[in-house]
């Protein structure tokens, strides 16, 4: 979730209304101390950045302490909590709200951190979290450093572009949309969507509390193909571009990234797309089999602001 300032109540309404969700994308239990830890963070955090000067005015090294104050503690916590601070606390960084270029190493370092176990946090989180990896706003390191990054960068964001592709259900029908209403039980009276306590029938009441758990499932399920429908309709294209770019710079290595193409995309036609399009950007024959068209390379942010 985006972070807009002056909401400092509703971020706290919002981290405690998602927390259902968060349990359920990671393998441990969530414990009501934890959550109010988040909210707490969460909030203080909406505060901080409420209170941010306009333009590169503010100063990177408190605000650099503010962060490892704040993340310290969770990077041995909660994954899922972990990373959604993270991603709301570095905004700022990214969006170079500083006078000092170093803001912009300092996200992607912090990033990459809450990303260390991706399979751990919400796929839409990891998602928003990769755009800040690879929005290279300065000069990037030369030699075998930039080798390094350069792979780093695009595994987390080819990571990402898995995670994404398997979770679309083939199945899912947008038109079989949830209830709003739950319908009683038959021979019950009452209105549709009432609480299952005032059912006196416990045989009643359990049938129509069990109709309420599937209509929910069904509506959570809804929401999450929904979702990621809405991700792949524009991370995958921007991923192509940024990987693209990454491996059209020298040093040049075909090779290890085809080797990360294999490992992560099911898609061949995107891999032998990629594979064309930095060919040719290096001078190299493109192979007779592409049938992709060439891609424009972005500037830099190739991933800010999805969607």
Do not use: C
Request: aromatic share 6%; glycine share 6%.
């Amino acid at each position: 979730m985006h972070l807009r300032r002056g909401m400092t109540r509703l971020l706290v309404l919002i981290s405690l209304a998602s927390l259902n969700s968060i349990s359920a994308q990671t393998s441990g239990e969530v414990s009501e101390v934890e959550a109010q830890a988040y909210a707490q963070d969460l909030a203080t955090i909406a505060s901080v950045r409420k209170g941010l000067q306009p333009g590169k005015t503010n100063d990177l090294k408190s605000y650099e302490d503010f962060v490892d104050a704040t993340l310290g503690k969770w990077r041995s916590m909660n994954r899922a909590y972990y990373a959604r601070l993270t991603l709301a606390i570095i905004g700022p960084l990214s969006a170079g709200q500083f006078s000092n270029d170093r803001q912009y190493v300092l996200a992607r370092e912090y990033a990459l951190s809450a990303l260390g176990g991706p399979s751990q946090i919400p796929l839409e989180t990891e998602l928003e979290l990769v755009g800040h990896v690879v929005t290279n706003m300065v000069r990037g390191p030369e030699g075998e450093e930039r080798v390094r990054q350069r792979k780093k960068d695009v595994e987390v964001t080819l990571h990402a572009w898995k995670r994404l592709t398997e979770a679309i259900d083939p199945n899912w029908d947008p038109n079989d949309l949830p209830l709003v209403n739950v319908p009683l039980p038959s021979g019950v009276g009452g209105q549709a969507g009432m609480a299952p306590q005032a059912i006196r029938d416990p045989k009643k009441r359990a049938e129509y509390e069990q109709a309420i758990k599937r209509n929910d499932e069904k509506s959570r399920k809804y929401d999450e193909q929904y979702t990621v429908r809405k991700w792949s309709k524009r991370f995958p294209p921007r991923a192509e571009e940024y990987i693209v770019q990454a491996f059209s710079k020298p040093p040049y290595n075909l090779e290890e990234l085809g080797i990360l193409l294999k490992e992560y995309v099911r898609d061949a036609q995107a891999r032998t797309r990629i594979l064309d399009a930095v060919k040719k950007n290096t001078q190299i024959p493109p192979s007779s089999h592409s049938g992709g068209s060439q891609m424009s390379l972005p500037n830099s942010g190739a991933l800010e602001g999805l969607p």
